[in-house]
């Protein structure tokens, strides 16, 4: 069987990637195209892998500002040619699955998300542009809007990474897809017996992960914050923050894994897709606090693994963090782990397998009745 995996872009190492190496791990002969392909990027084994990249790849700065070429990317993905290939699996986030096949091919959509700046978040987006920014987006994202639209047609069975994905799809593609949460290498992870008087926050400085929500009230109440990641809020960020919060920027993994296992609690103040920087904070026995909205919902327990606070605001936050000190002695480091080891690859690779050998299945019953007619 000849298999194609069509990933959006490979410019970082995150959950993505994550999904792409185990899928290459359950078909170890897949050919991989992607629209923008940096390879000092790649971690083992992606950066031994062949992969074949777009147009877009030999433009100008495309492995740092890959999205603002996005107007071209449907018709990237419209040249790879995949004639002879009897699965191909997009993973998508970016755009993935608008890749043209035979009709004797089978195209698996595993969904991180519906591409948020044109869906669910567009409004943010363009509230947050300047007016000329805003003048030339409106016409071009309603132009990506009908093409993602479209393009979902061309996918024969749709994989979500959440319940709270699998609901988008409903939405804006009118389809069905079954759940398969996203592979967390939680043996990556462990429990130390060192506990420090932070807390931490994990992941990229942009707007809908409400680092600012998190700076400004662990400002207020003095509390320490330890951040870990870059981004384009930074600025913003520093200049907001009281000489508590401490930036640690990007990481090597030693030490992110390290401040994992010795803070109090990981504060998760975004909405998520998913979210696995929650469940790496609980495989190494440590509790988050998290907005009660998205992808935390699936993964953190409340008054288990955790606490909910319900609404985006400093006073939620804090309130939350109250709680949390007042009931400490409530979590236990080995149940917490525990319950992040039930999101481990193996789990992901049992139920993609099963997931495509299904459709396969199908797919070929069908192709022999249309032989049959014929």
Not at 146 to 163: G, P, Y
């Amino acid at each position: 069987m000849k298999i194609a995996i069509i990933h959006y872009w490979f410019v970082a190492q995150r959950g993505g990637e994550k999904v792409v190496e185990e899928l290459c791990g359950l078909y170890p002969c897949t050919d991989i195209f992607t629209l923008v392909l940096d390879r000092g990027a790649l971690s083992s084994p992606l950066d031994t892998w062949k992969i074949t990249s777009s147009f877009i790849n030999k433009l100008p700065l495309s492995k740092r500002w890959y999205k603002h070429y996005l107007p071209f990317m449907p018709l990237a993905l419209e040249q790879f040619d995949l004639r002879g290939y009897d699965l191909v699996i997009s993973s998508e986030s970016g755009p993935a699955k608008g890749v043209l096949t035979s009709p004797d091919t089978l195209h698996i959509c595993y969904c991180h998300t519906p591409m948020r700046y044109v869906w669910d978040m567009y409004h943010d987006y363009m509230s947050n542009s300047g007016r000329i920014k805003r003048f030339f987006m409106a016409p071009l994202l309603h132009y990506l809007r009908i093409w993602d639209r479209l393009s979902a047609d061309r996918v024969d069975h749709f994989v979500a990474n959440s319940v709270n994905v699998a609901r988008r799809i409903a939405k804006h593609y009118r389809r069905d897809a079954d759940v398969v949460y996203p592979p967390v290498a939680v043996d990556d992870f462990s429990v130390s017996e060192q506990q420090d008087d932070f807390y931490l926050m994990v992941g990229q400085l942009v707007g809908y992960k409400r680092a600012d929500l998190a700076v400004k009230a662990f400002t207020r109440s003095g509390k320490r914050l330890v951040i870990i990641g870059e981004g384009e809020q930074g600025r913003l960020l520093h200049e907001i923050a009281g000489n508590n919060v401490e930036f640690l920027g990007r990481q090597p993994f030693e030490v992110l894994r390290n401040h994992y296992s010795r803070c109090q609690a990981l504060i998760f103040p975004g909405e998520e897709d998913f979210g696995i920087v929650p469940l790496e904070a609980m495989a190494s026995g440590r509790p988050v606090i998290a907005f009660g909205k998205g992808g935390a919902l699936e993964t953190v327990v409340d008054g288990k693994t955790g606490i909910f606070f319900h609404e985006q605001t400093e006073d939620a936050l804090m309130e939350a963090v109250e709680r949390f000190e007042g009931m400490n002695s409530h979590f236990h480091p080995a149940e917490i782990r525990a319950h992040a080891c039930g999101f481990g690859p193996e789990r992901f690779r049992a139920e993609m397998a099963k997931i495509i050998e299904i459709q396969l299945q199908a797919h070929t019953r069908a192709m022999g009745r249309w032989d049959v007619q014929a």
